[in-house]
């Protein structure tokens, strides 16, 4: 469904802006109004993370536009849709990582789609406090490649504001925050085995390769606190009953 959205929208010249969602941002929103907006400016979220789904089903969430029968994994449908567009020659540009983590991923992604326009750059040397003029270049330099699809990996909240920011300013078609993914796809090792991620526990994978994580997993304790209390008042019996 994500691809026939963006394909629709691709037709239709309009810019599409995915997001993805995972329990970590969801917290992180309550307190950072400026992400929570960009996350709610989106085209299209996606569930990227298996307790986005189970606190869905818990809380009995049934409206349409709200949804979430499945977890999407943010970067198989990166990787869906950059094998989408060689199918259908739609040009790709990946920014973000350390270095030249994003030109490798291109390399990498161009040799297993057997293409060779995918471009990659690292974009900003600081997301976190981007310098304005370097901000301006990178745009700049977007725009004179002008790619279809645009795939941002600073990391939430980071990738998320500088997409909200600066959309209307992108001669692009499409533009999709992908976090890590450009790492996992640069350095494999990084990337939990399928059966791990099926599992519900490629948290746990990233978590034992990259200890710096540890602060950041925190927020999964406060989601369920969330999650618990907001079922608790959706079950409470009222007085007289």
Known sequence: RP????????????????????????????????????????DLAIADGWGIVVAARLLRITNYELRITERVSGIE?????????????????????????????????????????IKGTEGLRDAKNPDKDEEKRLIEQINEYEPDLLFVGFGAPWQELFVARNLSKLQVKAVMVVGGALDQIAHPSLRPPKVIDRMGLGWLYRLVRQPWRSRRQLRLLRFVGMVLRAWWRGNQVPAGT
């Open 3 to 42: 691809r026939q959205k963006l394909a629709g929208s691709h037709l239709g010249g309009q810019a599409f802006f995915i997001v993805t969602p995972n329990p970590e941002q969801i917290v992180l929103a309550q307190s950072h109004t400026e992400f929570k907006n960009a996350l709610n400016s989106s």
């Open 77 to 117: 449908l990166f990787e869906s849709l950059v094998k989408r567009a060689a199918e259908e020659r739609w040009s790709v540009m990946l920014v973000g990582g350390r270095g030249d983590t994003a030109a490798e991923a291109a390399k990498i992604l161009n040799i297993i789609n057997h293409i060779s326009y």
